[in-house]
């Protein structure tokens, strides 16, 4: 496809990087001489320096023959002219918007919406707070993500010496989980990253993707040796965006919340837009202050601070004085690789969601969503099988998948199961499945009738 992205920052660059990676024509627009100069070292893309919200500066671009378009500038107004342009003027098939504010999100649904073309607004902190939320009924899991309209549950954790797990083959666990679909996804072992196979084993301190049902999730919650917080409370640590949505979310749900800000005007704010949460003013990182909340019995501490480096020391804190769980807003590449290390449970990259949120426009087929797991290194579809594409062609051990490519499972009707070497999907199957990052694109192949 030709690619039109419009925003040289975090997610503009990533997508960029992603999509010509495997193998699109992608075009970066960005205003910024110092942020192009940059990206040119870095990014094998043509860019163009200019203002991306102008008609000129657009058809420089090549938008008259583009076949997707990425508005992901830090603006909102900025990215909703790109996505109107784009959309009502040159008709460009798929349009992605980032936009923050509920308000542009609504107004762009209703001006754009055009029959036969594809368009979404993609909000990168509300992402944030549906990750979070996925995250904290399920202790001790570094990323959740649900799929078959919340049917099967993909999540990973870090296996301990001692756990049940360590030293089990993975043609082993349907020993343990008999009567329901169990799969490992993905593994990473000593800073790197792979998607298994029967006859690979997990060890202890490898970080393992498990797919499964999630009725199945306390069984695997007590063979990793895990256990829930004493209290159902949750602190948070700064009244951004994010904090304060979420904080509303909890709210919503009858969880008792603490917000901790060291903004007095911005701790004001949000203690008029709260109704049942405890606003603190005063710093995260104050241990003393953290005592004094009850830190040490709170089920999940989250740090979504705009100040990624304090985010992850207030979640060390809480997590030395007891807080059963700990969450940090990291959009810092050298922090995330240090989590597990660190003993963080999970962290929550905006950029890295808005990239999954986008990445399903440049997939061919019926892609339903697209998951980029921990690092953005293992891929994971959920799409429908159609008649005519070469995944309902033959049996699976038959299509030629290459190495590094899984098919996790099938959801036919009711049903759901993991595949067979001898099985046939058939058209209307949904299928979910595993990519190293490096051979997703291979699967277009395959999707696409």
Known sequence: MRVVVVGGGLVGSTLAAKLSGDGHDVVLVEESRELIADLNEHLDVQTICGNGATIPVLVKAGIENAD???????????????????????????????????????????????PGEERVAINPDMAAVEKILSLMPVP????????????????????????????????????????????????????RWRVPFGDDEMRAGDLVYFAMDPGEL?????????????????????????????ARRLEEDGVPVTLVDERRPVCQTAAAELSDTLVIHGSPTDRELLREEGAERVEGFVACTDRHEENVVSCLL????????????VDNAALSGLVGDLGI?????????????????????????????????VEVFEVEAVEGSRLVSSPLSELGLPRGILMVAVQREDRIFIPGGDYRIEPGDQVIVAAAAEMASRLDDFFEA
């Open 68 to 114: 997707l378009l990425l508005a992901t500038t830090d603006s909102d107004e900025a990215n909703m002219v790109v996505a109107l342009v784009g959309s009502v003027i040159f008709k460009v098939p798929k349009v992605a918007a980032r936009l923050r504010d509920p308000g542009h999100e609504e107004g762009f649904r209703r001006i754009a919406r055009e």
């Open 140 to 191: 001790g899991a570094v990323d959740v993500v649900s799929f078959f309209d919340g049917k099967l549950l993909v999540a990973g954790f870090h296996i301990k010496p001692g756990s049940e797990f360590a030293g089990l083959l993975l043609s082993h666990l349907p020993l343990l989980f008999p009567a329901t679909a169990m799969l490992v996804v993905a593994i990473r072992r000593d800073g």
């Open 218 to 246: 306390d069984n695997v919650l007590v063979l990793l040796g895990l256990h829930r917080g004493e209290e159902r409370r949750v602190m948070i640590a700064g009244a951004t965006r994010i904090g304060v949505a979420l």
């Open 318 to 329: 809480a997590g030395k004085m007891g807080a059963a769980h700990t969450f940090a807003l």
């Open 345 to 377: 449970d999970a962290i929550i990259s905006p950029r890295l969601l808005s990239v999954s949120l986008a990445l399903h426009f440049a997939r061919k087929g019926r892609i339903k969503s697209v998951a980029a797991l921990l690092e953005d290194s």
